[in-house]
């Protein structure tokens, strides 16, 4: 970890595979069929709980986790506010940022600058598990941008980010689900799914060889083929 002078950790996070490629591949697939592949490889509570959606249905996220961490506070202290300061500068090209909000509803807890800043520094969408503001702005800078509801409100002096690049714990279909710094984040119009980091590319390469097979039934149905012949055939229905 390397300390910045009169600011904050910087703390930057390897992945061992280019980012661009990888998010690319995984864009090409779609959210149930991810959290099919992890369901299989006995993983059954990867997804983030209803109700988070991206604020264009055809928008897609997809990267590795950059978490932070956030709280509800009056405080109105900017060296505890410029936290923010060391967090975008240890982002890394290809990152999606996940905040954690630990339930707090009193404002909008992302907005467009926050976005902008984030975006410069290689980040390429974020998933609040809580709200936004400035949502037209986020929609029409084309920033990928997931929440699950939206606020006009400002966030100082209510809400802070006050950590980051740790451990943090979103709503989950089952109860609290952990992300770490890394876990591969997926989100399209069904919600979002948590790859653990070791499965980014079995994960992947998984779901790509059951698209595949989809496809080809797909057709066959579409053909008129019985279906138990395509089922026996192609093991995707």
Known sequence: MEIIANTYPVRKHAVNYDPAEIADRYKKLYAALVSDA???????????ASGIYPLVHTMKVAGPAFTAHGIATPSRDEKVHDIRLGMFKSMTPGVVQVRDTQGDTSCGQ???????AAHAHGCVGAVIDGSTRDSNYLIDMGFPTFCRFRNPVEAFGRFMVVDYQIPIYVKGMDGLLKIHPGDYIFGDNDGVVVVPQELTIPVLELAEEWFASEGRSRQAMAEGRDPFDVYAEYGRF
Not at 110 to 116: K, L, M, N, R, V
């Open 38 to 48: 992890l369901e299989h490889m006995g993983y059954h509570s990867q997804c983030m």
């Open 110 to 116: 992302f907005g467009e600058i926050s976005a902008t």
